[in-house]
């Protein structure tokens, strides 16, 4: 628990054995002031055909299964088991994020905001943690959100921290590779308080399955260009479902 505030964290995996447990056994120890930060760790795994459901089970996480691949899915199928919380942190399991700098974004929903983006653009980045299509990608992204909405972005970092009833609210629904972008655009045009933070990037224990391959890199700047351009199209409607609840 952090401050008060019941900490559930989502880990969408395939094919991680390598690196989940070093993962989830990083979360379930991560202490501030020798208090247990993490309450509950759900690992999704989407369809792996190594040992990750295993290894992550014995480090300590509830793992659930989906076999329809996408990363978006494998989201949404971890947080339909997550039990009650205050604030959700969303982890990738291959080991290329620094655990502790969980704190920082646990403390940006703790004072006041909705939603925490660990900013790998803002971080140091390894050598070889990413590859050339993925900072061109999240440039590009950033930039049209940027323009779009008017809100300053400089990553669609997977590494974030969100308040489980903005969660909610937001209705997430994409199955695929436009789910970052889903979750920081919809928090924009919601009005949500959106901040960015520092965060480290190592070389990942694994290949990875989006921008290890061309398809992979292709489909996922695809996945995410077409959710900026439905979510502009769509943003009046998104407004005026906001203000129909809060009527």
Request: hydrophobic share 40%.
């Amino acid at each position: 628990m952090y401050k008060g505030h019941k900490v559930c964290v989502v880990i969408p995996a395939l094919n991680e054995e390598q690196a989940i447990d070093i993962v989830v056994r990083a979360l379930v120890g991560l202490k501030l002031d020798k208090q247990a930060v993490i309450d509950h760790v759900v690992v999704c795994d989407n369809g792996s055909t190594d040992n990750t459901e295993n290894a992550a089970a014995a480090a300590g996480a509830q793992v659930v299964k989906q076999n329809t691949p996408g990363y978006g899915i494998a989201c949404l199928t971890a947080m339909a088991h997550l039990p009650l919380c205050d604030i959700v942190l969303f982890v990738d399991g291959d080991d290329s994020c620094i655990i502790s700098q969980a704190i920082p974004l646990l403390e940006g929903i703790s004072r006041g905001a909705d939603l925490t983006i660990g900013s790998r653009t803002l971080g140091k980045i390894e050598v070889g943690a990413l590859t050339g299509p993925q900072v061109f990608g999240n440039w590009l992204s950033s930039y049209l959100i940027t323009l779009f909405w008017g809100q300053k972005i400089t990553d669609l970092g997977p590494f974030r921290a969100i308040r489980y009833s903005s969660l909610k609210s937001l209705q997430m629904a994409d199955k695929t590779f436009g789910w970052t972008v889903e979750m920081q655009v919809k928090a924009i045009i919601h009005g949500m308080d959106v901040r960015e933070y520092p965060v480290d990037s190592k070389v990942r224990i694994g290949e990875s399955k989006i921008s290890g391959t061309v398809s992979g890199s292709v489909k996922a700047g695809i996945g995410i260009l077409s959710m900026i351009g439905k979510l502009y199209l769509s943003q009046s409607k998104l407004k005026k479902t906001l203000q129909d609840k809060t009527v």
